[in-house]
């Protein structure tokens, strides 16, 4: 059973950091873009960002830019995301996700239903 494992959530106040990680478990995860998303309650489930395997292409959304870093270690097989300046509005259960789709080395995808392997989720809360 393939599955992706993250951690780092939590709670902090606004401009505050946290690290996200996501580690698969049952198969290396080298190969595949990876992206993360997130949901919030009421809304539809959004990409953050995403990252090609071989960590040359990144995709941040518009709100996050600048504040967000997505970045892999293939050794590790783990994929963090680094988020800086939180807001309240980041507040969102985060997913990381693993599209096997063989791209290139700039392949990512924005689209979720793209992604096959999904992690079952970490909670970021944000305080004002």
């Known amino acids: 059973q393939v599955q992706l494992l993250e951690s780092g959530g939590g709670l902090v106040q606004t401009g505050g950091s946290l690290r996200l990680s996501c580690a698969p478990s049952?198969?290396?995860?080298?190969?595949?873009?990876m992206g993360w998303f997130r949901q919030a309650p009421g809304k539809e489930r959004e990409i953050v960002g995403a990252?090609?395997?071989?960590?040359?292409?990144?995709y941040y959304t518009n709100s996050v830019k600048g504040r967000f870093t997505i970045s892999r270690d293939n050794a590790q097989n783990t994929v963090y995301l680094q988020m800086n300046s939180l807001k309240p509005e980041d507040t969102a259960v985060y997913y990381c996700a693993a599209d096997r789709t063989y791209g290139g080395r700039t392949y990512y995808s924005t689209d979720p239903y793209n992604y096959d392997y999904w992690g079952q989720g970490t909670q970021v809360t944000v305080s004002s």
């Open positions: 990252i090609s395997w071989s960590g040359d292409n990144t």
């Open positions: 049952g198969r290396t995860f080298s190969i595949y873009a």
